[in-house]
C-alpha cells in the first residue's frame, strides 16, 4: 500500500469474500462497478459490507466489474474528494451512463490537509493508470476542455453555489402547489457560475421528481435554453447521467408551443441564458406571442430564471430591469445574485479592467500577472499566439465583434485584417459545440457559438464598430459598422434605440472578453484605438522593467 493500487475482479460474492482480512477492508478507499456500458462510482470504509449491499441493489445487479482503489494516505476528505472527480471525468470520458445519484453528503469544495497531493497528483495518477489500463478512453487534458465536464451536474460547488441550489429546491418544494407562478430569478455576470448551478439543481430535482417521499414526486420539469450550442452540451449530459432524458431539455418557443397544443402545465421550468428569451413575437423563429418569459409562466408553475443583463445580444430579446419587473410580480417572486467569478484566473485588477472597458471606460492597463492578458498591433500575430496555445493547452480560440459580414447563405465570408484572414465560425455538426471541434482553430467564433462556454484563451478581434474617442478618452461605439443586421431588428418599437444599439455592441464585447479561463488576446481594427491600447500595454510592460530592476538592486544593497 505504500502506492496506488488498483485492483479489479469480478462483482460476485466470491471476490467480496477474498476481501477478508485485507488491510483495505476497513480502510477509505474509493472503487467502481461497471459492465460495457454502465458504472457507479462509491467511496467506503467498509468495502466488504457496501459491496454485499451493492450486490442487494436490483440496479446494480447489471453490472459484473468490481475495481477497488487503494492508498495507505487515503483519508475521507480525500477519498470524498476523488470519488466527485472520478463521477466527473467518468461522465465526460462518455464511455458509461453513471448509476450515480447527487451526492448525499454537501458537495461543497472545501479545504483538507495535503489537498493538492490527492486532487492532483494522486487523482491524476490514477486517471493515467485507468485510461493505460483501458477503463476510460480520454485523457485529463481531453476532458478537462470538454463542456459537458465543465457543466457536469455533479461538480463540487462553492458555498455560494451550494447555499442557490439548496434555496431553490426549497423555493420548488414550498410554491410546487401553489394556484399562480412563483418566479426565482438568480442573476450573476458572465464567469460566476451559473450555468454550473443550474445544472446540478435540476438533476436533485428530476432526482426528487422520482422519490415518493418527495413533495416534488411525480413533477414533469424542464430546462430551457435559447441556445443552440448550448442546448447540445445538456442533452450530451443528459444521455450520460441516471435521472435526466434529453426531451426534458427544449428551447423556449418548442416546448410553448407544445405546452399550447396539449393544453398542459409543466411544473418546474429552468431557464439558462433567460437574457436570450425573446421580448417580442418572431414569425422567422415560429413564435407569435408578446413575450417568451410571459408565456413560459402561463405553463408553468414554478420558473427559475438565470439571467445577466449585460449580455443581452438582441434587440427582439431586449431586457431591462423595468421590463423583468413589469412582468415578475414582485409580491410572488424572489432573487438571488451570484458574485464570484469563477471563469477567469484573473486578478480583480484585471476584471475591473474589463468591467470598465465594456462601459467605454479604459483604465491603465493591469499589471502582469498568472493570467496571460496581452494587447497586439497585429491581428496575424494574435492568431499566431493562439494556435501555439492551442497545440499546448487546447481550446484557444479567435472570435470577434460581429463587424464583419457573415450571411447564412451557404457561402463562405471572411474576416479580414491586413496579413489576416480567416472564414467565420461554421455550426453545421449538430453534435459537437464549436469551440470543442478541432477544425474550428482556422475559424473565427460569434457571440452566437461561444456565449454561455469557457475557453482557456482568447483572442478577441475588437472590429471597427469599436473606435476610440481621443476628447473623452473613451471607447466610442459606431453602431453603423456593426454587421449584425438581426440584432437591431425591430429598433423603430423604441424610444433611443440608439442608446440601445449601442448597449448591444457593449454587452456583445463583455461576452468576448470574459470567455478566457487563462488569457486574453486583444486587437483592434480601429488605427486610434488600437495606438491608445498599445500604449497603455507598453508602458504596463515599462514601468514593470523598471519595478523589476529596482527589486533586483535592492537585493545586492
Same mark, same amino acid.
Given at each position: 500500500?505504500?502506492?496506488?493500487?488498483?485492483?479489479?475482479?469480478?462483482?460476485?460474492?466470491?471476490?467480496?469474500?477474498?476481501?477478508?482480512?485485507?488491510?483495505?477492508?476497513?480502510?477509505?478507499?474509493?472503487?467502481?462497478?461497471?459492465?460495457?456500458?454502465?458504472?457507479?462510482?462509491?467511496?467506503?470504509?467498509?468495502?466488504?459490507?457496501?459491496?454485499?449491499?451493492?450486490?442487494?441493489?436490483?440496479?446494480?445487479?447489471?453490472?459484473?466489474?468490481?475495481?477497488?482503489?487503494?492508498?495507505?494516505?487515503?483519508?475521507?476528505?480525500?477519498?470524498?474528494?476523488?470519488?466527485?472527480?472520478?463521477?466527473?471525468?467518468?461522465?465526460?470520458?462518455?464511455?458509461?451512463?453513471?448509476?450515480?445519484?447527487?451526492?448525499?453528503?454537501?458537495?461543497?469544495?472545501?479545504?483538507?490537509?495535503?489537498?493538492?497531493?490527492?486532487?492532483?497528483?494522486?487523482?491524476?495518477?490514477?486517471?493515467?493508470?485507468?485510461?493505460?489500463?483501458?477503463?476510460?478512453?480520454?485523457?485529463?487534458?481531453?476532458?478537462?476542455?470538454?463542456?459537458?465536464?465543465?457543466?457536469?451536474?455533479?461538480?463540487?460547488?462553492?458555498?455560494?453555489?451550494?447555499?442557490?441550489?439548496?434555496?431553490?429546491?426549497?423555493?420548488?418544494?414550498?410554491?410546487?402547489?401553489?394556484?399562480?407562478?412563483?418566479?426565482?430569478?438568480?442573476?450573476?455576470?458572465?464567469?460566476?457560475?451559473?450555468?454550473?448551478?443550474?445544472?446540478?439543481?435540476?438533476?436533485?430535482?428530476?432526482?426528487?421528481?422520482?422519490?415518493?417521499?418527495?413533495?416534488?414526486?411525480?413533477?414533469?420539469?424542464?430546462?430551457?435554453?435559447?441556445?443552440?450550442?448550448?442546448?447540445?452540451?445538456?442533452?450530451? /449530459?443528459?444521455?450520460?447521467?441516471?435521472? $435526466?432524458? !434529453?426531451?426534458?431539455?427544449? +428551447?423556449?418557443?418548442? #416546448?410553448?408551443?407544445? @405546452?399550447?397544443?396539449?393544453?398542459?402545465?409543466?411544473?418546474?421550468?429552468?431557464?439558462?441564458?433567460?437574457?436570450?428569451?425573446?421580448?417580442?413575437?418572431?414569425?422567422?423563429?415560429?413564435?407569435?406571442?408578446?413575450?417568451?418569459?410571459?408565456?413560459?409562466?402561463?405553463?408553468?408553475?414554478?420558473?427559475?430564471?438565470?439571467?445577466?443583463?449585460?449580455?443581452?445580444?438582441?434587440?427582439?430579446?431586449?431586457?431591462?430591469?423595468?421590463?423583468?419587473?413589469?412582468?415578475?410580480?414582485?409580491?410572488?417572486?424572489?432573487?438571488?445574485?451570484?458574485?464570484?467569478?469563477?471563469?477567469?484566473?484573473?486578478?480583480?485588477?484585471?476584471?475591473?479592467?474589463?468591467?470598465?472597458?465594456?462601459?467605454?471606460?479604459?483604465?491603465?492597463?493591469?499589471?502582469?500577472?498568472?493570467?496571460?492578458?496581452? /494587447?497586439?498591433?497585429?491581428?496575424?500575430? $494574435?492568431? !499566431?499566439?493562439?494556435?501555439? +496555445?492551442?497545440?499546448? #493547452?487546447?481550446?484557444? @480560440?479567435?472570435?470577434?465583434?460581429?463587424?464583419?459580414?457573415?450571411?447564412?447563405?451557404?457561402?463562405?465570408?471572411?474576416?479580414?485584417?491586413?496579413?489576416?484572414?480567416?472564414?467565420?465560425?461554421?455550426?453545421?455538426?449538430?453534435?459537437?459545440?464549436?469551440?470543442?471541434?478541432?477544425?474550428?482553430?482556422?475559424?473565427?467564433?460569434?457571440?452566437?457559438?461561444?456565449?454561455?462556454?469557457?475557453?482557456?484563451?482568447?483572442?478577441?478581434?475588437?472590429?471597427?464598430?469599436?473606435?476610440?474617442?481621443?476628447?473623452?478618452?473613451?471607447?466610442?461605439?459606431?453602431?453603423?459598422?456593426?454587421?449584425?443586421?438581426?440584432?437591431?431588428?425591430?429598433?423603430?418599437?423604441?424610444?433611443?434605440?440608439?442608446?440601445?444599439?449601442?448597449?448591444?455592441?457593449?454587452?456583445?464585447?463583455?461576452?468576448?472578453?470574459?470567455?478566457?479561463?487563462?488569457? $486574453?488576446?486583444?486587437?483592434?481594427?480601429?488605427?486610434?484605438?488600437?495606438?491608445?491600447?498599445?500604449?497603455?500595454?507598453?508602458?504596463?510592460?515599462?514601468?514593470?522593467?523598471?519595478?523589476?530592476?529596482?527589486?533586483?538592486?535592492?537585493?545586492?544593497?
Amino acid at each position: 500500500m505504500n502506492t496506488l493500487e488498483i485492483i479489479s475482479m469480478p462483482f460476485t460474492h466470491s471476490s467480496i469474500d477474498s476481501l477478508y482480512g485485507k488491510s483495505y477492508s476497513d480502510y477509505p478507499v474509493v472503487y467502481f462497478l461497471n459492465n460495457n456500458t454502465k458504472v457507479y462510482i462509491g467511496e467506503t470504509v467498509a468495502v466488504r459490507n457496501r459491496m454485499k449491499n451493492h450486490l442487494k441493489n436490483p440496479e446494480r445487479k447489471s453490472l459484473d466489474k468490481m475495481t477497488v482503489i487503494i492508498h495507505e494516505k487515503f483519508n475521507r476528505s480525500a477519498t470524498y474528494n476523488i470519488e466527485t472527480k472520478l463521477i466527473n471525468y467518468f461522465l465526460a470520458d462518455e464511455r458509461y451512463k453513471l448509476q450515480n445519484k447527487s451526492q448525499t453528503v454537501v458537495s461543497v469544495s472545501h479545504n483538507y490537509y495535503d489537498k493538492p497531493f490527492y486532487n492532483e497528483k494522486v487523482f491524476n495518477e490514477l486517471w493515467d493508470q485507468l485510461k493505460k489500463r483501458d477503463y476510460v478512453t480520454h485523457s485529463r487534458e481531453v476532458i478537462e476542455n470538454k463542456d459537458i465536464f465543465k457543466l457536469s451536474p455533479f461538480k463540487e460547488l462553492s458555498i455560494e453555489q451550494i447555499e442557490l441550489k439548496e434555496k431553490i429546491i426549497a423555493v420548488c418544494e414550498k410554491h410546487i402547489n401553489d394556484d399562480k407562478p412563483f418566479v426565482f430569478l438568480v442573476k450573476g455576470e458572465a464567469g460566476t457560475g451559473k450555468s454550473v448551478v443550474l445544472s446540478a439543481v435540476f438533476n436533485r430535482i428530476q432526482e426528487l421528481a422520482k422519490e415518493k417521499s418527495s413533495a416534488l414526486y411525480n413533477s414533469n420539469n424542464f430546462l430551457l435554453v435559447n441556445h443552440s450550442e448550448m442546448l447540445k452540451t445538456y442533452q450530451k /449530459i443528459a444521455g450520460k447521467v441516471k435521472a $435526466l432524458k !434529453k426531451n426534458n431539455f427544449d +428551447k423556449p418557443t418548442p #416546448f410553448i408551443n407544445k @405546452r399550447k397544443k396539449d393544453n398542459q402545465k409543466a411544473d418546474i421550468v429552468f431557464v439558462d441564458e433567460a437574457h436570450l428569451l425573446l421580448t417580442r413575437a418572431d414569425s422567422f423563429n415560429n413564435f407569435n406571442e408578446n413575450n417568451h418569459l410571459e408565456e413560459i409562466m402561463k405553463h408553468s408553475k414554478i420558473v427559475i430564471l438565470v439571467f445577466d443583463e449585460k449580455q443581452v445580444l438582441k434587440m427582439k430579446s431586449y431586457w431591462d430591469k423595468n421590463m423583468l419587473l413589469h412582468l415578475v410580480d414582485s409580491h410572488h417572486s424572489e432573487e438571488y445574485i451570484l458574485k464570484n467569478q469563477f471563469r477567469m484566473q484573473a486578478s480583480l485588477e484585471m476584471i475591473n479592467w474589463i468591467d470598465h472597458f465594456v462601459e467605454k471606460k479604459i483604465l491603465p492597463a493591469p499589471k502582469e500577472e498568472e493570467f496571460d492578458f496581452q /494587447i497586439f498591433d497585429s491581428a496575424a500575430m $494574435l492568431y !499566431k499566439k493562439i494556435c501555439e +496555445k492551442n497545440k499546448r #493547452f487546447g481550446l484557444a @480560440r479567435v472570435v470577434s465583434t460581429f463587424d464583419y459580414v457573415h450571411k447564412k447563405d451557404g457561402e463562405t465570408y471572411y474576416i479580414k485584417e491586413n496579413q489576416f484572414k480567416l472564414p467565420w465560425n461554421t455550426t453545421t455538426n449538430r453534435d459537437t459545440t464549436w469551440a470543442e471541434r478541432k477544425d474550428t482553430i482556422k475559424e473565427v467564433g460569434s457571440i452566437y457559438t461561444i456565449q454561455g462556454f469557457d475557453l482557456n484563451y482568447v483572442g478577441v478581434i475588437l472590429g471597427p464598430s469599436v473606435t476610440y474617442d481621443q476628447e473623452k478618452d473613451e471607447l466610442k461605439i459606431i453602431t453603423e459598422n456593426y454587421k449584425d443586421t438581426e440584432a437591431f431588428r425591430g429598433k423603430d418599437e423604441f424610444d433611443d434605440p440608439e442608446y440601445i444599439k449601442e448597449r448591444i455592441i457593449l454587452n456583445s464585447i463583455n461576452v468576448l472578453l470574459k470567455r478566457g479561463i487563462k488569457g $486574453l488576446y486583444l486587437f483592434a481594427s480601429d488605427p486610434e484605438l488600437r495606438v491608445h491600447l498599445m500604449k497603455l500595454y507598453e508602458n504596463r510592460t515599462e514601468n514593470n522593467e523598471i519595478l523589476k530592476i529596482a527589486e533586483d538592486k535592492s537585493e545586492y544593497h
